[in-house]
């Protein structure tokens, strides 16, 4: 880890519901960062933790190791596997697990107590700490992590995320239609991890999802350093979005597959 400032592993990629080849969204961001007393450690964030993606993350790390989860958005192929997630810090065999902070949307903490079907309090609150996402610009610190929440379009309550470690910058577009909230936290960013859940050709409704084109000229219009298309429903082939991406933008894209990491 160490020669790497930053590193996301897909850990999840599958737009809507979980694919055959992934389970629905979640990435794990990792780097270095002091302990607090003199040494240094592997910190790890998770942006999103969708449907089927907990399965998934113990290939690539401990899920107990985690630091902090950022939730984009309260749809379930972003956060349902917090379910899973609170059975396994709160019945543990080594007994329950620190709280770590979740950070999502207003109204997580409910509505993550509604998932489970449990008392609105504490609900999941014993586990996870609940904060809100700044509609302020204030930016979350966690270990070397520098995490910037910006409200974008969609049905619900929705958030890119924009984190930054030894100054890299990775930005996750949540789900979005093209705004320009999105080309302004994506500004300058080395990848921008992008949904592209929609195709140019058909008749799409707006302030919902991206296309491929969409992905490509946001890419564009912030200067990223390179682009990775994410969220493709297992219904569609996810070369089509490449291939708009890469008619709308010169700089590289690369499609997210689950157990892909990059160093940003």
């Not at 007393?37 to 190791?65: E, F, K």
């Not at 910006?150 to 619900?156: K, L, N």
């Not at 930005?171 to 990848?191: I, N």
């Not at 990775?228 to 597959?257: F, K, M, N």
Request: include cysteine; glycine fraction near 10%.
């Amino acid at each position: 880890m160490s020669h790497h400032p930053m590193r996301l592993t897909v850990v999840g990629c599958s737009g809507s519901y979980p694919g055959p080849e992934s389970p629905a969204s979640c990435y794990l961001i990792e780097a270095e960062g002091d302990t607090g007393s003199g040494g240094t450690r592997t910190w790890r964030i998770l942006l999103d933790l969708g449907n089927g993606a907990l399965g998934r993350l113990q290939r690539h790390a401990d899920p107990l190791a985690v630091d902090a989860v950022f939730i984009s958005h309260l749809h379930a192929d972003h956060c349902l596997d917090l379910c899973g997630y609170y059975v396994m810090r709160k019945y543990h065999p080594t007994g329950p697990q620190p709280r770590i902070p979740v950070w999502g949307p207003a109204g997580t903490a409910e509505r993550m107590a509604r998932a489970y079907d449990l008392p609105h309090e504490p609900g999941m609150g014993e586990e996870f700490d609940f904060r809100e996402h700044s509609e302020s610009g204030v930016v979350v610190e966690v270990g070397p992590f520098r995490v910037e929440a910006r409200r974008v379009v969609h049905p619900v309550d929705a958030f890119a995320l924009r984190v930054t470690a030894h100054d890299r910058v990775l930005v996750y577009s949540g789900d979005t239609g093209p705004c320009a909230a999105l080309d302004e936290v994506a500004a300058g960013a080395d990848l921008l991890l992008a949904e592209a859940s929609f195709q140019s050709a058909t008749d799409n409704p707006p302030d919902l999802h991206l296309t491929g084109a969409d992905c490509g000229r946001t890419a564009a219009a912030a200067g990223v350093g390179r682009l990775v298309l994410t969220h493709v429903p297992p219904w569609y082939d996810p070369e089509v979005a490449r291939a708009e991406a890469i008619a709308e933008w010169d700089g590289p894209v690369e499609l997210a597959r689950a157990g892909a990491t990059y160093d940003v």
